[in-house]
């Protein structure tokens, strides 16, 4: 695609990167074919060719308006537009430039600034969103229909961590929501890999990986999270930690990321790198030791039939699509057919608030195609999929590394 950026962006960092995502799409249009949105609402600016050619003229100086604002709101960052493009356009990172530049010159309302206020004050911050979520439980039946979906009942306890320390050694990534919408998540990690002789080591200093700041366009404030991850995890790094895991998919794409959103700050650019280098997803931690997890463990031959949900940022985000299915089947669960697979859930960070309505169709349509095979589980892998799930239906929604370490205590 032919650019002529204006004089304001063009010689900046971030106008050479958009300026080589730009040149990169040949404006085919096979991306609409896997957007969530362009497939909900049939508007070309609701997909990644139209958000593209909107970007783009604010690049080349048009002055952009509240309607580009909005198709840019629409998108769900879920990138499979990008595993869909034969040219490898990397539109995200296009996006984080395009909403940015878009924020700045265009306001919103008193109400929207709010909510976004808000929603960055108090997600990141467990000693906030804490007790205001168990504050919002005891309300649960005075709360509004809508509100109160959003709102989980009871959940799970998390079980003991592993006393026992190994030679092997993992960081984990806490991270904000997940410690108290499922606190049983890492207790769960940390208890697979102690079978497996790896101790999944806790960093009480690091919090919040950014994700949702960045993608709400405070990209300084996220970029502090990122610093702070970063001095947590470096001295266990250089004391022999030897990979970064995180079991929220979401989390995993953004702490991938640290090397480029810091390559511009010279006291934290290497150290950054090397944390993206060593960023591991849970699921392939367990891909690479479970031959070790098969062999200690006989674990029991039939399991009820459950659905995987993949989210977007697996599949997509860190390009591991097909992988966890593979590996869930490899430790002996049985998996319902799920059609339309690489669609989005509709939650997205914090997508599920700022645009409900376009959320709830994509939940709708996702719960239909999960329950489609009469699975008794649903799994997933990442925090926010599966609270928004577990919104719209009955069924019990898990992390897949939950029902993996149930299955190995009953192998006992």
């Known amino acids: ?97 395009g909403r940015k530049l878009v924020d700045e010159r265009v306001a919103r309302g008193a109400v929207a600034s709010i909510e976004r206020r808000i929603l960055r004050a108090v997600v990141p911050k467990p000693g906030l969103f804490g007790p205001l979520l168990r504050l919002g ?8 229909a809508a509100l109160r979906r959003k709102v989980p009942g009871n959940v799970a306890p998390a079980k003991p961590w592993p006393e026992r320390e190994h030679p092997r050694k993992m960081l984990v990534l806490e991270g904000c929501a997940q410690q108290s919408l499922s606190p049983a998540t890492n207790a769960a990690a940390a208890r697979v890999l102690d079978r497996i002789r790896i101790t999944l080591v806790r960093a009480p200093e690091a919090g919040c990986c950014g994700a949702v700041s960045f993608h ?67 699921g392939e931690v367990i891909a690479a030791e479970k031959n070790k997890l098969l062999t200690a463990h006989r674990l029991p031959l039939t399991a009820h039939r459950v659905a995987f949900h993949a989210p977007c940022t697996l599949q997509h985000g860190t390009k591991q699509k097909g992988s966890m299915e593979a590996l869930l089947v490899e430790l002996g669960f049985e998996l319902t057919p799920v059609p339309d697979a690489h669609l989005c859930c509709g939650s997205a960070g914090t ?62």
């Open 137 to 144: 439980r005891l309300a649960r039946p005075l709360l509004p």
């Open 1 to 97: 695609m032919q650019t002529n950026l204006a004089p304001f962006i063009k010689d900046t960092p971030e106008g050479r990167e958009a300026d080589a995502v730009l040149r990169n799409c040949v404006h085919c249009g096979l991306c609409t074919a896997t957007c969530p949105t362009y497939q909900l609402l049939g508007d070309e600016l609701d997909g990644p060719r139209g958000r593209i050619y909107l970007m783009k003229q604010v690049l080349e100086g048009a002055r952009p308006t509240a309607k580009t604002q909005l198709h840019l709101d629409r998108c769900l960052t879920c990138r499979a537009c990008e595993t869909t493009c034969p040219s490898g356009v990397h539109y995200s990172r296009l996006l984080d430039i």
């Open 351 to 412: 997508y599920s608030i700022l645009q409900p309505e376009l959320s709830r169709q994509l939940l709708g349509n996702k719960i239909a195609a999960l329950t489609s095979g009469s699975p008794r589980t649903i799994l997933t892998a990442n925090i926010g999929c599966q609270a928004h799930l577990q919104s719209a239906t009955a069924l019990p929604v898990r992390h897949w590394i939950e029902a993996l370490d149930e299955r190995i205590s009953q192998s006992r």
């Open 216 to 282: 709400l366009t405070a990209q300084e404030e996220a970029l502090d999270y990122m610093r702070r991850n970063v001095d947590a995890w470096w001295p266990r790094l250089e004391r022999g930690a030897e990979a970064v895991v995180t079991t929220a998919s979401g989390c995993g794409v953004m702490v991938r990321d640290y090397g480029h959103a810091l390559a511009r700050d010279p006291a934290y650019a290497a150290k950054a790198k090397r944390i993206s280098d060593l960023a591991k997803d849970i």
